[in-house]
């Protein structure tokens, strides 16, 4: 098992002249026997690299062999020993689960005695015998998912190549889909996982690390995080004000990062650099910095030079703050024909909160999110926003809430001054207050130099705070954030929460949904979304301690989530 | 159990792989039954029964100022005709406002002296007022008039006992469509609008569906071939367009008694070849556009549109100006709807379909040869 699985040598591919290369010099292995992590965050070229692998896109410069054979002259070759999973799956969602499999049977010359013994062997790996007969559109992202690994696997292949299988399915399927991946490497199969969780490449004994087409690290995880030992610290017992504490941290020398996590301050320190005290932070009396275990991501951040991200909007006045509740659901439930998305969901958020939705797609969390910013009407129960009730004063609700719709979607071929006069315009400003509003997001968010811009040709971090200028430039008094930060590379997350938090110490009340446990933790308080129903609630860390049990002492938010989750299954199942 | 090392089977057992997958989503998919079954029904109860280039009822106001014998059998005579509706007065201002409404299509006034005028040969004893405003209808009061006043000074002749002799003697006889009935060309010619529709529209909308969702890039990872993958997509569709077209078939001959006077056999080779040019057209759209808006409008305007203006269906090619002629000869439904005529009215005419069929052969191997040559086993 020496000879690689894939060689690759000055690997480069352009997709137009002018443009960056999707995939630039890059050289590495990929050895059999092993899953391998194609980490990065989106668009840094992983989905690229894996075409370039399937074949299905040629190289511009540079060498590229797979399994032996030429991508370019021996497609018939690659096309029988790999097998590509590609994003959405690939699946026939017009035809049934059995119905899919044959069709990839029949492509890859699976038959007789051959194709029962896969199948049978297949649906039982996937736990999908139960659904052969359902559509492929009915069934859950986890369970879609499974299916078409089943169909990348009807003739088993030397190399199997997934393109962000844990996209859109929740903890428990995704844990499901790294045992199978580790049953597939002990029957010999070599696997290719690209991913934007960084979390994800722990799991894989090599890795490769993406960043704007090139390769930032290759190796096994554990000897890049081991580059961030001793410089991880968390803040612990603190007193007052955490998302304060994180910023005073942030103003130090000797801090590179720093991320909260529930109750806790995460700190990555600079190379050789004794951790602050915690006075110097004023995190009250009780506090202790005690070491913590390192993490990729923070040897990711050292790659990238640290984040220290200080957003302008803790310069601007507070806002005054409202009494009592700012956001409210009142027993919500809706209903589509007889399917229930929501049942009975009440909660409360107060003034200065960052409250999130977390669940699994399709649990009922966008249902719940788009009633509260008076998108959809519930089919009973209330839900109101700074005391107005949105089913009788929608428009009213509405001017007080800010809403930034998944990744960043603006205007792509506006310039960044026409959609914020766009937006200053739809909230109603006249033409004085938005000329006002415009100029203040204008320097605030420092995008003088692209005011002319497409704001589609913007960099990443510029777009998202173009977005997030857009989102409040009425001054809302409540944020609506839908999966603000999946997929996003964590310097550019670190500073859309820094925003995010300046905005919170003024009083702005936040409302995020995710399924992004890093997103969770930032928020003060989460609900547990689950088939429709509100399951728990309360701070991450108080989630985190109803899963303590004996195997986990220290849980993750997202063993939490999984315990949770489980429970109420048992309970239903009872 | 097939060995691997057996191309012919497996290649047989890919095509075959995917004319079932396809079979199985036609027949999930109520958009294609809607496009295969209601819509030829629609489009051809509507050019059954909503367009007609006959004349209809057309209402005649008639001004008599003095009714006298010959004023009275001029009357008769054209309300003997059948498309008229002959309402009499002897004032014209009481018609002449109801021209200008729209409910009168003309007027024909006979004057006082209207008699004597007609006696002495008077070139014009009669007036006819027409409204402009709609130059078709106009035209054909005109005629029609005309062609009473006419019938009826031979007659009035006749009953003289005067003997004309006009130099030449028009006995017309129409040959295929001896009713010259509109129905009996537009209904056929309908036909082959449901086809490209079917063929263009369908298939165009079928493989852009397959890259939007992602399936196609999964497809392309596995040993498939650009051959395979469009035999997979043509042939279900193929089938579903002859069984629009023998549904339509059955629909003019049995519904709209359009005489059939071809064989069926050639008939259904015509629809074959037609169909051929028609799903190449829809698989080289969907295949360049990659996208199901794009192809979907890109088969309106390349497709529908041009069978509709292009093919002699509607409009006479024969009285296009100068450069439309031409570009009817690149539109296949041109010759679709010559054979259909021909088939339908005349019968066998090898001649005529002998050429047609090259033609459209020779347009769907061109549109067939662009989209082998466009679609590739890779996403480049």
Avoid at chain 2, 206 to 219: F, H, K
Avoid at chain 2, 268 to 290: C, H, N
């Amino acid at each position: 098992m020496d000879e690689p699985l894939v060689l690759i040598d000055g690997l480069t591919k352009r997709f137009g002249p002018g443009q960056r290369p999707a995939i630039e010099r890059l050289t590495t292995r990929i050895e059999p026997g092993r899953v391998t992590g194609l980490v990065g965050p989106d668009g840094a070229g992983k989905t690229t690299l894996l075409r370039l692998i399937a074949g299905l896109l040629l190289p511009d410069e540079g060498r590229l062999a797979v399994c032996g054979f030429n991508t370019a002259a021996d497609i018939g070759e690659i096309r029988r020993v790999v097998a590509y999973m590609p994003q959405r799956f690939g699946l026939y969602e017009d035809l049934t689960v059995l119905e899919n499999l044959t069709l990839y049977a029949d492509l890859r010359a699976v038959v007789g005695r051959e194709r029962q013994e896969a199948f049978e062997r297949l649906l039982t790996f996937t736990d999908l015998a139960r659904f052969s007969d359902r559509l492929a559109g009915a069934l859950s992202g986890g369970m879609k998912q499974k299916l078409g690994l089943a169909c990348a696997l009807v003739r088993k292949p030397r190399l199997l190549l997934l393109d962000e299988p844990s996209v859109g399915v929740d903890p428990i399927s995704r844990r499901e889909l790294w045992q199978m991946v580790y049953a597939l490497v002990d029957q010999g199969i070599g696997v290719v996982w690209s991913t934007a969780y960084l979390d994800e490449a722990e799991r894989c004994p090599e890795a490769l690390l993406l960043s704007e087409g090139r390769l930032l690290y290759g190796g096994p995880p554990t000897e890049l995080t081991h580059r961030a030992a001793g410089r991880t610290y968390a803040i612990r017992e603190m007193e007052g004000d955490r998302r304060a504490i994180l910023a005073r941290a942030l103003g130090r020398p000797e801090v590179m990062d720093g991320v909260i996590q529930g109750r806790s301050v995460r700190l990555l320190l600079a190379e050789g650099a004794e951790p602050p005290r915690p006075e110097n932070v004023e995190a009250g009396a009780h506090a202790q910095v005690v070491p913590v275990p390192p993490r990729f991501e923070d040897a990711f951040m050292i790659l990238l030079g640290g984040a220290r991200a200080n957003s302008p909007f803790a310069a601007l006045a507070r806002q005054n703050t409202v009494d009592g509740a700012v956001v409210e659901a009142s027993v919500l439930t809706r209903r589509f024909g007889r399917f229930v998305a929501a049942d009975r969901i009440s909660f409360s958020v107060r003034s200065g909160e960052i409250f999130g939705l977390l669940g699994p797609n399709g649990a009922g969390k966008s249902t719940t999110f788009k009633m509260l910013c008076g998108l959809l009407r519930p089919s009973s129960g209330t839900a109101w926003v700074t005391g107005v009730d949105l089913a009788t004063a929608p428009g009213l609700a509405r001017a007080r809430l800010g809403y930034m719709a998944q990744r960043f979607s603006l205007y792509a071929d506006l310039s960044v001054q026409q959609n914020l006069d766009f937006f200053a315009g739809i909230y109603g400003l006249s033409v004085r207050a938005g000329r006002e509003a415009t100029a203040r997001m204008v320097e605030t968010f420092d995008l003088t130099p692209y005011l002319a811009a497409s704001a589609g040709l913007l960099p990443l971090g510029f777009k998202q705070r173009l977005a997030l200028a857009c989102a409040v430039l009425h001054d809302p008094d409540v944020l609506f954030l839908d999966e603000p930060t999946s997929g996003v590379d964590p310097r550019t997350r670190r500073e859309f929460w820094a925003h995010i938090n300046a905005m919170v110490e003024r009083g702005v009340t936040v409302m995020v949904t995710t399924h992004f446990m890093e997103e969770a933790e930032y928020c003060d308080r989460i609900g547990l979304v689950y088939r429709g129903q509100l399951i728990a609630s309360g701070s991450p860390d108080e989630l985190k301690v109803q899963a303590r049990s004996a195997t986990a002492a220290d849980p993750t938010l997202e063993d939490a989530f999984i315990a949770l989750i489980e429970a109420y299954d048992r309970k239903a199942a009872a | 159990m097939i060995r691997r090392h057996d191309p012919g089977r497996a290649l047989g057992l890919r095509i075959w792989g995917l004319i079932r997958k396809e079979t199985r989503q036609v027949a999930r998919d109520p958009s294609s039954v809607l496009i295969a079954v209601v819509l030829p029904l629609l489009l051809l109860v509507l050019f059954g029964y909503g367009v007609s280039f006959d004349p209809r009822r057309i209402s005649i106001g008639l001004v008599v100022e003095q009714p006298t014998a010959e004023t009275g059998s001029f009357t008769t005579s054209l309300r003997s005709v059948r498309f008229f509706d002959v309402r009499t007065s002897r004032d014209r201002r009481a018609f002449e406002a109801a021209l200008v409404a729209g409910r009168l299509n003309g007027i024909v006034v006979l004057e006082a002296d209207f008699a004597g005028r007609a006696a002495r040969g008077d070139t014009a004893p009669i007036q006819v007022i027409v409204d402009g405003s709609d130059p078709n209808n106009a035209d054909l009061v005109r005629n029609y008039i005309q062609g009473a006043w006419a019938n009826w000074l031979e007659q009035e002749a006749l009953s003289l006992g005067q003997q004309t002799h006009p130099p030449v003697v028009l006995a017309p006889r129409v040959w295929f469509n001896p009713g010259v009935s509109s129905h009996h060309y537009l209904v056929p010619g309908s036909i082959a609008i449901i086809l490209t529709l079917i063929g263009a529209l369908l298939t165009a909308l079928v493989v852009a569906r397959e890259w939007e969702r992602g399936t196609m890039e999964a497809l392309l990872a596995t040993p498939v071939g650009v051959l395979e993958l469009l035999i997979g997509k043509l042939v279900p569709y193929f089938a579903l367009g002859l069984g629009a077209m023998a549904l339509s078939v059955a629909t003019a001959v049995l519904l709209f008694e359009v005489p059939f006077r071809g064989s069926f056999l050639l008939l259904a080779l015509v629809g074959a070849v037609f169909l051929f040019t028609a799903l190449g057209q829809g698989l080289l759209l969907s295949t360049v556009t990659r996208n199901q808006l794009a192809a979907s409008h890109g088969a309106l305007l390349s497709a529908f549109l041009p069978a509709f203006i292009f093919s002699g269906f509607v409009f006479e090619i024969n009285s296009m100006p100068w450069p439309l002629p031409w570009i009817s000869t690149v539109v296949p439904a041109r010759y679709f709807i010559s054979s259909l005529q021909t088939l339908f009215l005349a019968g066998n005419v090898t001649s005529v379909i002998g050429l047609d069929l090259l033609a459209m052969a020779l347009i769907g191997s061109v549109f067939f040869a662009l989209t082998a040559l466009k679609t590739k086993t890779r996403l480049e």
